[in-house]
């Protein structure tokens, strides 16, 4: 049986992504999210609507740079 954790990402690393960050990470990143998966912006904050590229793509979560802030 599969579980919610066993599913892919739905991004992937270079993809470029228009996003609003959410919340902000116990270390300060901001917390978007994809299709429900968390991608952590560094340099942004809450209510941020920005242009991202993902840069790393881990099981439960993703790092991305920030590529435009609005």
């Known amino acids: 049986m599969f579980t919610e954790q066993d599913r892919e ?3 992937l690393a270079g993809a470029i992504h ?3 960050i959410e ?3 116990r270390e300060g990143d901001g917390i978007a999210r994809i ?3 968390v991608v952590f912006v560094p340099g942004t904050k809450v ?3 920005v242009t991202i590229k993902i ?3 881990m099981r439960k979560f ?3 740079a920030l ?3 609005s």
């Open 23 to 25: 919340s902000i990470a």
């Open 67 to 69: 590529e435009e802030k």
């Open 55 to 57: 840069e790393k793509v």
């Open 35 to 37: 299709q429900g998966f």
């Open 62 to 64: 993703a790092i991305a």
């Open 47 to 49: 209510g941020d609507h």
């Open 18 to 20: 228009d996003v609003a």
């Open 9 to 11: 990402s739905p991004v």
